[in-house]
């Protein structure tokens, strides 16, 4: 396999992967424009295995959106939309209880919540919501909302963003949802969410959590207007945060859907695409703990195949996902555990159900 690496122009990549090498950004935009996939998989897979061995994580998981009215409306966004929008919607708190009452009978153990940047709804709203959510599943996890939306809710309260999550951790909430991050280049934020929290400060905002206590996810949004250079700047900040605070759990890499944005002339990602930052991301984020295959961005057939390109975990259950399918995802909105666990298993890799800190509940050997 060494030989194959070779010819693939890739041996010394896999001499800094054998020696537990940090790799460079030069390294980083070789893998991303080398031509053979398998190659750069079989490098993902080392480090992969190294971390987790064959383990391959999954979480009973809910996903509820209070409200997509929003006052940035980014372009590569199908989800927000106007106040005065027919597509536009806003739940009450008795709305989102009943949500969660709902499946009560359903093993979940994380409720996923994110919304718009509302420009009506008080900070005590957000503080209801979380409280509510408690009232009729007292044990959940609440992973929710975006370091966007925590810039809005400090605003919203007039304290400063450690203070504001402070707030938010006595009413409830856990940890913090990996979304907002997009691309941080200036370039591409101006060009497509130019009102949107700038990438450094969506990077202090997850850090400021961290060091409070509170563990969250990063992503980034790939495949339409970014250069593979940016895709590097923006994986490398994230790898400087993380060793910084060491608050990240994991990475999800979003494939960009373009129906009924304001980028729909640009074209899907590719299967390719789809693996190659994948394994691009295991490889270069060597201090983050798990790297995700988002079934519902990417399908569950190509996230089974990303289990061999570096990614260890799957997500979960989801349960009504709404932000990708307004951009035109074909994926189903839910995946039954017994599903995910055939894909996992076919994939040669071994389930396990986790929480949302990757405590083991059970590992279906």
Known sequence: MNTYI???GLGKILEKVDAGE???LADGLQLYQSQDILAVGYLANIVRNRQNGDNTYFIFNQHINYSNICSNLCKFCAFGREKNSELAFEMSVGEVKEKVRARLAEPISEIHMVGGIHPDLPFDYYLELLRGIKEVRPEVHIQAFTCVEIAHLAQLCGKPVAETLGLLQEAGLDSLPGG???VFSPRIRQLTCEKKLSGSDWLEIAKTAHRQGLHSNATMLYGHIETLEERLEHLAALREAQDETN??????????????????????????????NIAVARLFLDNFP??????????????????????????????EEVITHMAGAETEQAMGSATLVRLIKEAGRIPVQRDTLYNVVHVHN
């Open 6 to 8: 070779q010819k693939a």
């Open 290 to 319: 798990h790297i995700k295959a988002y079934w519902v961005m990417i399908g569950p057939q190509m996230a089974q195949i990303a289990l061999s390109f570096g990614a260890d975990d799957m997500d979960g259950t989801v349960k």
């Open 247 to 276: 608050g990240f759990l994991a990475f999800i890499p979003l494939a960009f859907h373009p129906k009924n944005t304001g980028m729909s002339d640009l074209a899907k990602t590719t299967g390719i695409d789809d693996l190659k």
């Open 180 to 182: 907002g991050a997009e």
């Open 22 to 24: 940090r790799l460079s």
